[in-house]
């Protein structure tokens, strides 16, 4: 069994987008069938994030530690409770394309580090826009790590000890504890997955962070 995780902290705009990109990838021919689980950890949510979740049949599992290291942590129990062989890892405000779960599969690695795009610039500059394409590499052997495109086998992660409970980066530290005990780790420019440049970011120093800061540098 494949399970997906998502972390979501009031997120009722968003999340109905995403568990439904992700209810298509579940359905991508090439994973023959095999079952896929999905767990939204709600952090501390007070909107209709858990309703849309329900009415999608997707189930939650419930914190309030506002720690998406944390959040990520709990939904990723869940789902190796439930038997989860791999852990494909994205975010409330991200869309995944139909060949996501397929294609991390397909990289016969330990783990999997995505791309993201961006589907919606709002009302960034073109000059911000310019300067995180400059940064992002599509392609083969990039140097990124996104919670919203990230992949492991429950082996490897069980062997690390998971995703820690960092309020950021908790991606990148798992990532980074994977290499260090020698495990494979494939980068791959696609899948990407599309994903929000919202500036009420859930997660401080996160990817919405990191546009502001962008910005702040071509001001």
Do not use: K
Not at 100 to 121: E, I, Y
Not at 127 to 149: C, I, K
Not at 182 to 205: E, M
């Amino acid at each position: 069994m494949i399970g997906v995780l998502v972390p979501a902290h009031d997120e009722e705009a968003l999340i109905g987008d995403c568990l439904r990109a992700i209810q298509v990838a579940a359905a991508c021919p090439r994973l023959r069938g095999e079952p896929v689980a999905v767990v939204v950890a709600l952090d501390r949510c007070r909107d209709a994030t858990a309703a849309i979740c329900e009415g999608l049949g997707v189930p939650t599992v419930r914190l309030e530690a506002r720690n998406v290291g944390q959040a990520r942590a709990v939904a990723a129990a869940a789902l190796l409770r439930a038997g989860a062989r791999w852990l494909a890892s994205t975010d409330a405000d991200s869309r995944v394309p139909p060949d996501w779960l397929s294609g991390q599969l397909a990289c016969a690695a330990d783990a999997f580090c995505g791309t993201v795009r961006v589907g919606d610039w709002l009302d960034y500059r073109p000059v911000v826009r310019d300067a995180f394409l400059a940064r992002e590499q599509y392609r083969d052997g990039h140097a990124h790590v996104h919670g919203a495109n990230l992949g492991v086998s429950a082996t490897a992660y069980r062997a690390v000890g998971g995703f820690p409970a960092h309020a950021a980066h908790e991606d990148r530290a798992l990532v980074d504890a994977l290499a260090r005990a020698g495990f494979a780790i494939a980068r791959r420019g696609s899948p990407a997955v599309w994903t929000s440049a919202r500036r009420d970011a859930r997660a401080r120093h996160g990817f919405g962070d990191y546009l502001l800061g962008m910005e702040e540098a071509a001001a």
